[in-house]
């Protein structure tokens, strides 16, 4: 387990608190991911726990050893730490063999020649890299020297193996592949990983849990899915993409623990976090695959009311439109070639009728 308590990091120089006051548990075996946009901290969290940087306050234990205590003035350096960690750069030796880049840390930690080169065989080719032992690590692209870096990660056996955006670097289709290899490996061997990335798609796909990040600080923890269809926040919502916001008041709740939240839009039934008492404000957020054209009359908690559509953009294999009711604009995307596609084609620059299918509310601060 990785346990972080109270821990804050400054840099010099700078007002900004990259780490403020963040405490996390990480379970054994499970594949935790810190998810944030760009400059909120991530990274920096991930070096406090691998010991690349120092943080200014707070505690970190792994797998019950304190490596970390400001109060203590305990610091154990990167290699004492017991974990591995895999570099958006690959942090891949030049001059080395593929060989080589992988027996390294084995070499410093004094294990013998043959137990080196069993482990090293062992981990190339659960990468998929075993006939290339003998290459000089230049002359490997970029999602072999990835792999490379996987290898040299697993070859120590750690229990914890920390990865600071792996996958940044390495095009669309490699990235998905890579993403299926490393979920893979992890559910193989069963180590404790901790993932950085700003990408909600490969969070989501990889993740057992997800810690949002913003300015510092954990915004909301949940699996996948809890986050995704309950966010707890404005900034949680958005960043996981609901992009059309409508204020509200809550009026009551239905049989299956739906919030009944009045809008200027209708009545709503909504998903919910947290409870919320009759007379509290909300924000009702609809993702864009929960709002479509009415079919018919409005059913309880979905209504139906007349909207304009202002744009339709092509995407590929869908089409996102935007439509106005009064001052709300909605979003919405339906795929390409289905009735309901066609309809709203049909209706740009003009009024139809629009539904709300589901949706789910954050209270509004
Ligand atoms: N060595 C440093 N000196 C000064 N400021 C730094 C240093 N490293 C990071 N920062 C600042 O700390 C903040 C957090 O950076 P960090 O790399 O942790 O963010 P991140 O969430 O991982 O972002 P990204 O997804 O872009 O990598 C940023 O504002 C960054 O500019």
Redesign the pocket.
Known sequence: MIQISRLYKT????K?T?VDDLSLEIQDGHFFTLL??????????L?CIAGLERPDQGEIKINGVSVFSAEAGRNLPPYKRALSMVFQSYAIWPHMTVFQNVAYPLKCQGQSREDIRKEVAWSLDLVGLGHLADRPAPLLSGGEQQRVALARAIAGRSKVILFD?PLSNLDAKLRETMRSEIRALHQQLKFTALY?T?DQEEAFSMSDMVAI?NKGKVRELGSPEELYTTPRSEFGAEFLGARTKVSGTVRGRTDDNLLVVETPLGVVHCRHFADHPPGTSVFVYVRQSEILPSEGAAQPGAPVFSARIDSVEFVGDTIDWVARAGDIALHGRSLLGRPDCKKIREHLNEAIDLQIVSACCVPST
Not at 11 to 14: I, M, Q, R, V
Not at 37 to 44: D, E, I, L, N, Y
């Open positions: 840099y010099p120089g700078s900004y990259p944030g946009p760009s400059g909120c901290g991530k990274s920096t969290t070096r955006e950085v700003h990040m």
